[in-house]
């Protein structure tokens, strides 16, 4: 349609574009200027080049710290791929056991990560915690959950998935109402079994949902913060500090405003390289 | 055929389970929130002995629960507002109207949605407090006030629903506020519906932003609260902590219940 005067487009878009370059562009580039100088907030900021960069790599906060959140984002994806598509087929079909299912572990998507950070706590301390003390009365020895710098990366990965793996089920089920019954009826009149369907019918037509939940979860297991907050504060021996985590110790931890915007310009750069592989998922099998 | 029934049992087997393993948290939940000190130091795992709801009494004494929730409120639903208010025109023009560039602004759009709040909170951050602006409703609020997802969202439904109609309108002279403002929103309820409450919960269950925003008492939200109950006071606290989660989860859990297919709509959709 035409718009009834030529700078109309231009006034209905101006409060997206005002608030889009306040809120999100001048954020990107002040970071960008800021990591190049060295300032603590209070005293006045100095330009140091690249010293900023040097120091998070030569100090290995920035290697940890990717590590840290590959480790994580690898567990949560894998994990949310394999148990939401499980769960999606399990409980696409009729009847209240589904429902209540789909509803279940859905709901933990909404719920807040405060309660969902402060109940895990709970039930991982290594004392008093329910799954400690389970294991406890068949004989098997306290597992420090939290507390050991081998262990706590996985709970805390494995709380991620609890609370996430009901959006990849949704968008699987999203994915299943979607495909064409038909091929389901003809695979099975020519005498192919529910599992030789799975494999030959449905899971192929499944590749392209399941690469957005492969990708979503991804970029969303990077921006990783209020469970390590909630749970170990990058702890045990920064054995849980994720990238997000990083930037926030430098700023309201350390006052190291040009190394938190340091890492910033590279947390940019790796999410634009995880959302281009999102998009790339995307183009080579359009999802239906 | 055994194969299909095998089938069967397993899927309603793994229902089942996934029932018990989403459920059992919450119902640890609610029956600590139930137990005594007393009853905690000595057999963490037993059922409680009687049901009481002290722990919850005590989370309305050690913090000021109406005003958190009441300032929660205010911020989820003025954001919610901003960005219904912005989306509702950008998301007419990006579907409706023919202009030069409209394919720049909507790509200009959709990189925002690469740029989550865990990217912008340092700089915006530096610029609240050299405008003084840390630690008041305005730094919880005015980041939000666009969001790229919603105007999406509502640009997809826009795209379905005819021209003529709008057509019709302008020939009425209805002028273009009045096509955005009133003659819109009605058709365009279910994706409206899905936007606000997708919008409300985030924002009511964010812990990120109010976090790095506050430094006291004065803005503090709810999920910031009760993540203090952890700090606070000595000694056995779980009965407590239990309580202010469950307090924190149960408008989140209920809002769901009742509009779980909005709710749905709007995750689903593929851009969440």
């Known amino acids: ?63 940890s710290s990717l590590c840290t959140t590959l480790l994580v984002s690898s567990i949560v994806v894998a994990g949310s791929l394999l148990l939401g598509l499980g769960l999606a087929l399990a409980v696409h079909r009729p009847g209240r056991l589904a429902a209540l299912a789909r509803s279940a572990v859905f709901s933990a998507y909404v719920v807040s990560w405060v309660s969902v950070g402060l109940l895990f706590l709970w039930i991982f301390d290594a004392d008093a915690g329910v799954v400690n003390q389970l294991l406890g009365s068949i004989g098997i020895a306290k597992v420090k959950w939290l507390t050991s710098t081998a262990v706590a990366p996985i709970t805390v990965a494995l709380i991620v998935l609890w609370k996430v793996t009901g959006y990849a089920m949704v968008v699987f089920l999203s994915g299943l109402s979607g495909l064409p019954p038909e091929m389901h009826e ?32 991804l ?70 | 055929m055994t194969g299909e029934r095998n089938v069967r049992r397993l899927a309603l087997a793994s229902a089942l389970a996934a029932a018990l393993l989403w459920l059992f948290p919450y119902a640890w939940m609610l029956l600590t929130s139930l137990k005594t000190p007393q009853e905690l130091l000595k057999a963490p795992t037993a059922l409680p002995g009687a049901f009481r709801l002290s722990a ?17 409120t205010v911020m989820a639903l003025t954001i919610a507002a901003l960005q219904i208010a912005i989306a509702l025109p950008a998301a007419y023009a990006l579907a409706k109207l023919d202009f030069r560039w409209r394919a720049a602004a909507f790509a200009f759009l959709l990189s925002a949605l690469l740029i989550p709040a865990e990217l912008r909170f340092v700089p915006t951050f530096t610029l609240f407090s050299a405008l003084g602006l840390v630690n008041t409703l305005p730094a919880l609020v005015l980041p939000f006030a666009v969001s790229a997802f919603g105007i999406f969202l509502l640009r997809q439904a826009l795209l379905v629903i005819p021209d003529s109609l709008i057509e019709a309108a302008r020939l009425d002279g ?66 407590i902590i239990m309580a202010g989660s469950t307090l924190l989860s149960l408008p989140a859990l209920g809002l769901f219940a009742f509009t779980q297919k909005y709710l749905l709509r709007g995750l689903g959709s593929g851009v969440g």
């Open chain 2, 174 to 239: 209805a002028s273009e506020l009045y096509i955005v403002y009133r003659l819109l929103p009605p058709i365009l309820a279910p994706a409206l519906a899905a936007f606000f409450l997708v919008s409300f919960v985030h924002h009511w269950n964010d812990y990120f932003w109010p976090l790095v925003m506050t430094v006291d008492d004065r803005v503090r939200t709810l999920p910031l609260g009760i993540a203090l109950l952890r700090e606070q006071g000595s000694g056995v606290r779980w009965h």
């Open chain 2, 56 to 72: 919850y009494v005590e989370v309305f004494q050690s913090l000021p629960v109406a005003r958190y929730v009441a300032l929660t």
């Open chain 1, 186 to 217: 003809a695979a099975a009149l020519d005498g192919a079994g529910p599992w030789a369907r799975l494999r030959h019918v449905t899971l192929p037509l499944l590749r392209p949902t399941a690469a957005f939940v492969a990708t979503t979860s």
């Open chain 1, 1 to 63: 349609m035409k718009p009834s005067r030529p700078s109309q487009p231009f006034w209905l878009l101006s409060p997206m574009l005002v608030a889009l370059g306040v809120f999100f562009v001048y954020p990107l580039l002040s970071a960008l200027r800021t990591s190049f100088y060295e300032w603590d907030l209070l005293t006045p900021a100095r330009f140091i080049g690249l010293a900023n960069y040097r120091a998070i790599s030569s100090s290995g906060e920035l290697l």
């Open chain 1, 219 to 288: 970029i969303a297991s990077f921006q990783l913060f209020d469970v390590v907050r909630l749970l170990t504060q990058g702890g045990p021996v920064r054995s849980t500090t994720v990238l997000v985590y990083a930037i926030y110790e430098q700023l309201f931890r350390d006052l190291r405003v040009g190394r938190a915007s340091a890492l910033v310009v590279v947390f940019f750069v790796v999410l634009s390289a995880l959302t281009w592989l999102k998009l790339r998922a995307f183009r080579e099998e359009e999802p239906a």
